[in-house]
């Protein structure tokens, strides 16, 4: 009997292809836990932290060992030996599958494949590849575990990987020369996130290749609105000189274009082990202040619509943005003027932060420090 574990999306536990109850909430939190770290040792004090949303009660090492004894008893009666599948470590438990057992290891597999036929120039491969990697979801991830502290942050930074590999899968088509068939993907994935300036080119490119120059000409108009709008800034130096290259008719090179082989070192960085991943933390002030980064992330800058407010005329009006990623918190530039330093070091466009680092904005210093 095949075993497998589902996360993107509600998640479930088949046997056969068939669903298999573990519980309520915090048996199936368990459950999400050890699938995330699949083949690797989860303490019992990370996986209480994970379950009881980082306020487990004093017996949680009796209730842990009860949730596992119930999912060792559902494998059981579904014809699944438990000691092969659920094993005791010497300081937790450990879920021991292969990564085609899990939804998420087969996307993440499909996907490393497609940057890695990308990277080489073989974009039809990469097209399929990143398709295959992209109907492994059936929904948000972790769906049925939203309220988790846990649950919410893998979910928001599987989101930006979703995110990530539809981007790529559309870079391969329009490598392809199917430009066309990509524009209302790419409409609707403007619409859903505005302030995305690498879709834009891409939708400004695919309307272009599709011999629809004043369609993208009228969106380099609407992104260069929404980003005064909301933040400000003007477009970045690729969004600029694609609106020159379509103003003047020239032909556009689709794989000077596509951003497949850029993305594909950030997407095969994949951190599984999540309890080790920075995740939440607070920013001191100058002053002594301390600002909570809040799960969807933290703004920085001189407007009062800033989540941090800086009072420092170097710093740009929308200057800095820290977002959760898989990999832990990421700061990046929005396009500042003076630019962002961390420990000194100025980032192209992102760095993640570590417990103790400096960051530069402006003429101002904060410092990150990791939740403990």
């Given at each position: 009997m095949s075993l497998e574990v589902?996360?993107?999306?509600?998640?479930?536990?088949?046997?056969?292809?068939?669903?298999?109850?573990?519980?309520?909430?915090?048996?199936?939190?368990?459950?999400?836990?050890?699938?995330?770290?699949?083949?690797?040792?989860?303490?019992?004090?990370?996986?209480?932290?994970?379950?009881?949303?980082?306020?487990?009660?004093?017996?949680?090492?009796?209730?842990?060992?009860?949730?596992?004894?119930?999912?060792?008893?559902?494998?059981?009666?579904?014809?699944?030996?438990?000691?092969?599948?659920?094993?005791?470590?010497?300081?937790?438990?450990?879920?021991?599958?292969?990564?085609?057992?899990?939804?998420?290891g087969r996307f993440e597999a499909a996907r490393d494949a497609a940057a890695r036929a990308a990277e080489v120039g073989d974009h039809a491969t990469a097209a399929h590849l990143f398709g295959t990697a992209l109907r492994e979801w059936d929904g948000r991830a972790l769906a049925d575990l939203a309220g988790l502290q846990f649950a919410d942050g893998f979910a928001t930074a599987m989101d930006e990987?979703?995110?990530?590999?539809?981007?790529?899968?559309?870079?391969?088509?329009?490598?392809?020369?199917?430009?066309?068939?990509v524009v209302g993907e790419l409409v609707a994935m403007t619409t859903e996130h505005p302030l995305r300036e690498p879709l834009w080119g891409q939708l400004i490119t695919a309307l272009y290749l599709s011999g629809r120059q004043a369609d993208a000409l009228d969106a380099c108009r609407r992104v260069r609105t929404v980003l005064a709008d909301e933040l400000g800034i003007d477009p970045g130096p690729a969004l600029i000189e694609l609106e020159q290259r379509v103003l003047r008719q020239e032909p556009l090179n689709t794989v000077e274009f596509k951003r497949a082989e850029r993305m594909a070192a950030a997407m095969t960085e994949t951190v599984t082990e999540v309890p080790s991943a920075v995740r939440s933390g607070q920013i001191l002030m100058p002053d002594g202040r301390a600002v909570v980064v809040a799960q969807a992330g933290l703004r920085i800058g001189r407007m009062t619509d800033n989540d941090l407010v800086i009072d420092d005329?170097?710093?740009?009006?929308?200057?800095?943005?820290?977002?959760?990623?898989?990999?832990?918190?990421?700061?990046?530039?929005?396009?500042?003027?003076?630019?962002?330093?961390?420990?000194?070091?100025?980032?192209?466009?992102?760095?993640?932060?570590?417990?103790?680092?400096?960051?530069?904005?402006?003429?101002?210093?904060?410092?990150?420090?990791?939740?403990?």
């Open positions: 589902r996360l993107l999306g509600p998640v479930r536990l088949l046997v056969g292809g068939e669903p298999v109850a573990v519980g309520g909430p915090k048996p199936r939190a368990l459950l999400a836990a050890l699938a995330v770290n699949r083949r690797r040792a989860v303490s019992s004090v990370a996986l209480a932290d994970m379950v009881w949303n980082e306020d487990p009660p004093d017996s949680y090492a009796a209730s842990l060992q009860v949730f596992v004894s119930n999912i060792r008893k559902a494998l059981r009666n579904s014809g699944i030996d438990p000691a092969a599948v659920l094993r005791t470590e010497s300081s937790g438990y450990r879920l021991e599958i292969a990564e085609e057992a899990c939804d998420l990987e979703r995110l990530l590999a539809a981007s790529a899968r559309i870079d391969a088509e329009i490598a392809c020369g199917r430009a066309s068939s005329p170097k710093a740009s009006r929308y200057h800095a943005q820290i977002l959760p990623s898989r990999a832990g918190l990421l700061i990046k530039d929005l396009h500042s003027a003076n630019g962002v330093f961390v420990n000194e070091l100025p980032i192209e466009t992102g760095a993640l932060l570590a417990d103790g680092d400096a960051i530069r904005i402006g003429g101002t210093v904060l410092v990150f420090q990791a939740a403990r």
